[in-house]
């Protein structure tokens, strides 16, 4: 018996569709699955195809998805008029041709995909295999490869690893079987060290200088709270990521980080998901005020800044969440 699912008419489709003279174009929405797809199929078309290249519709921002990206060697090409007019062929892997405008310029002729098919928009392609039911299109790639005897080497297989990984949330999001076969396949041949350079790769250098101010504004409150207000930001990903940052912290049950963007004050939440809800304490502190809500572990509350009326913001914020008037630094021990 085989270690994965047979799929001969499968691959006998897939493989006629590729000339020797074409020159394919995979096209992604840049995710750790997608790339991980995308570098399987390029190797899985490599010795098949005149040309094959690898272009994504989405700038890539995370510092995580740019180790990924740099350590595992996924080209930088975005989709582009000038980039399409040099491939004659397209494909498309984790996605499906409706789920970002950019798709557009491409006539896809084959689609590979685990995302759920809206009768709406049903999936159009000569060579199409969309299973919903896989946690990952990375596991559907590694059925692939192992049914075309093609063994994985390093780089792509820590690639394909580390998509198995980010779409199942580690195997506490849905997956199948075949999901938990594919990942046990593959890390034989994977490279654990940099799937953990990858994780672990979690800021940029640029938002370095948020931690020290964090550092300097926080507040604790009570035995296992914590108060943090950054002042004005240019995004509110900074309050989400110094919030998660600060759920590490033992005795810290959860934490509050808020700032202006835009003249919206924004206000993250963080707790243990053990002791209070953090969803329930949004809506009751700023619901009157603002869109307030989350879940018991995060939540989030959005004010304009001009429904406080020009009181200071930190005060505010301070006297909302616990009632009292917000003590001076002295009083606030470190
Ligand atoms: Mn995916």
């Known amino acids: ?45 490599a010795r ?10 989405n700038e890539i921002k995370r510092p995580d998805n740019l180790a990924m990206m740099r350590f595992l060697r996924i080209p930088n090409v975005m989709l582009t008029p000038a980039v399409k007019a040099q491939y004659d062929h397209f494909a498309m892997v984790d996605s499906q041709p409706t789920h970002h405008p950019d798709f557009k310029i491409c006539d896809f002729s084959v689609i590979i995909d685990h995302h759920p098919v809206k009768p709406e928009f049903p999936v159009k392609a000569a060579f199409a295999d969309i299973r919903p039911d896989y946690g990952a299109t990375s596991s559907i790639m590694t059925e692939y490869l192992y049914n075309m005897r093609i063994r994985p080497g390093k780089l792509l297989a820590t690639a394909l690893v580390y998509g198995i990984k980010t779409d199942t949330q580690s195997f ?15 890390a034989k041949c994977a490279d654990m060290q940099v799937v953990r350079k990858i994780i672990s790769s979690e800021y940029h250098r640029h938002w370095l200088k948020y931690f020290s101010k964090a550092f300097r504004k926080m507040r604790f409150v009570g035995q ?45 939440f963080r707790g243990d998901g053990i002791g209070r809800n953090m969803g329930h304490v949004a809506s009751k502190v700023f619901g009157d005020i603002g869109s307030a809500g989350g879940h018991r572990g995060a939540a989030r509350a959005e004010i304009e800044l001009e429904k406080l009326g020009g009181k200071p913001v930190e005060e505010f914020l301070y006297k909302r969440l616990t009632g009292k008037k917000l003590p001076t630094k002295e009083k606030c021990p470190i």
């Open 172 to 186: 506490e999001r849905h997956f199948i079987e075949a999901d938990v076969k594919a990942f046990s396949y593959l």
């Open 1 to 45: 018996m085989s270690y994965f699912r047979k799929l001969t008419n499968e691959v006998n489709r897939l493989t006629q569709m590729f000339g020797r003279d074409d020159k394919w174009l995979i096209v992604i929405n840049a995710d750790p699955d997608a790339m991980g797809s995308a570098l399987a199929l390029r190797r899985i078309m």
């Open 224 to 268: 296992r709270g914590l108060f943090v207000y950054m002042d004005n930001l240019e995004s509110p990903d900074i309050l989400v990521m110094l919030a998660d940052f600060f759920t590490r912290v033992h005795g810290l049950s959860w934490n509050v980080l808020c700032g202006v963007i835009k003249k919206q004050v924004v206000v993250i």
């Open 48 to 57: 098949r195809v005149a040309d094959v290249g690898i272009a994504r519709v």
